[in-house]
């Protein structure tokens, strides 16, 4: 769909009380880093994890559904605040219907912001389906908005600030730094 802030997406945005993250290719570049004993790293933006606390600090509720599991997803998800996190299976609709349920919502109350094809099924529900420009074609081509900043690279930032912007709360937020 669109890749502009148009009226329909702010409107979208404006409903928004829960927003979820994928992580590799959104909280992440979607690189995978090894080290000698087969660990792996992953790097998350520190910017995106800031946007995710002021969105949180709005009142809008945030969650990860990711396809792998990862104790570094954990942990960051912890020093997030973010206290839905579902990890492990290509099945991401299952925790997106409970995670609904649990918390009363309805599919047009909440965000997503995916990359590839197993993010589908969330993202034709999400009342704002959103997608990064290093997404895969199959999802670009499906979701209400793209960021400009890649996965890992701002885009997590940017749609928290999209976010605060139409719920008009962007300008209270930020007061407290721009003292």
């Known amino acids: 769909m669109s890749q502009t802030y148009d009226v329909a997406n702010v409107e979208r945005a404006a409903k928004v009380k829960l927003f979820i993250f994928d992580v590799d290719g959104v909280l992440t570049d979607g690189s995978l880093h090894y080290g000698a004993e087969g660990e792996a790293f992953k790097t998350f933006n520190v910017q995106d994890g800031l946007g995710i606390k002021l969105l949180q600090e709005s009142g809008v509720q945030t969650a990860i559904i990711s396809a792998r599991r990862s104790p ?16 492990g299976g290509h099945d991401k609709l299952t925790p997106f219907k409970a995670l609904l349920a649990q918390l009363g919502l309805t599919e047009q109350q909440v965000g997503f912001i995916g990359d590839d094809v197993v993010d589908l099924p969330i993202l034709a529900r999400a009342g704002f389906a959103v997608g990064v420009p290093n997404g895969r074609p199959e999802v670009l081509a499906r979701v209400h908005h793209v960021t400009q900043n890649a996965g890992g690279r701002g885009a997590v930032r940017e749609v928290c600030e999209f976010v605060l912007r139409a719920q008009g709360n962007y300008d209270r937020i930020m007061a407290q730094f721009l003292v």
Request: aromatic residues 6%; neutral net charge; charged residues 25%.
């Open 72 to 87: 570094q997803v954990t942990a960051r998800a912890k020093d997030l605040g973010i206290e839905f996190v579902h990890q």
